[in-house]
T-cell receptor
């Protein structure tokens, strides 16, 4: 298996633009997680899905953030409009049970 | 409020020695605890999981202990090697309430093993 796949790996955008991050989980994993990592705040859980259903989105910082999982092999995290304080590395992880398998992350820079 | 603290931001040791990292938590009832390794520019990689009713878990040169009375986990790397240099993250999954099923990470400890 190729592992969790995320795209793009790097994204540079201007404030106010819409940003869409993509994730393909490992086949057969029934849970998917979106995290954000910064030096100041560490690794924070934004939202997680179980069997494609959002279970907990309490970590989503604002209404500007939204996530979808239309099927078991694809998820998106959208930020609209983006702001400089959204600059971070965004990780997607999938899990078959307890342990989580992380993707390589998307480094987002909002100028 | 719930808090997870890893003992230090950075730990430097000599090759061959045992590295010991600490993870303390407060206001938390974890179902289980996990340790991850993260290298620069990469996502965390799962290492070990230990449940609340387990005292110790081993995997090759790694050992994890879990003391729910002290609210502490210790992570040991024996016979450390320069290749063990990385950031190590502890993470807790809550047993109930708002933390149920969610993995909450500590800030991490940067381990550097000097040859």
């Amino acid at each position: 298996d190729a592992g969790v796949i995320q795209s793009p790996r790097h994204e540079v955008t201007e404030m106010g633009q819409e940003v869409t991050l993509r994730c393909k989980p490992i086949s057969g994993h029934n849970s998917l997680f979106w995290y954000r990592q910064t030096m100041m705040r560490g690794l924070e859980l934004l939202i997680y899905f179980n069997n494609n259903v959002p279970i907990d989105d309490s970590g989503m910082p604002e209404d500007r953030f939204s996530a979808k999982m239309p099927n078991a092999s694809f998820s998106t995290l959208k930020i609209q409009p983006s702001e400089p304080r959204d600059s971070a590395v965004y990780f997607c992880a999938s899990s078959p049970n307890y342990e989580q398998y992380f993707g390589p992350g998307t480094r987002l820079t909002v100028t | 409020s719930q808090k997870i603290e890893q003992n230090s931001e950075a730990l430097n040791i000599q090759e061959g020695k045992t590295a010991t990292l600490t993870c303390n938590y407060t206001n938390y009832s974890p179902a289980y605890l996990q340790w991850y390794r993260q290298d620069p520019g990469r996502g965390p990689v799962f290492l070990l999981l230990i449940r609340e009713n387990e005292k110790e878990k081993r995997k090759e040169r790694l050992k994890v202990t879990f003391d729910t009375t002290l609210k502490q986990s210790l992570f040991h790397i024996t016979a450390s090697q320069p290749a063990d240099s990385a950031t190590y993250l502890c993470a807790l999954v809550g047993a109930g309430g708002t933390s149920y099923g969610k993995l909450t990470f500590g800030q991490g400890t940067i381990l550097t093993v000097h040859p």
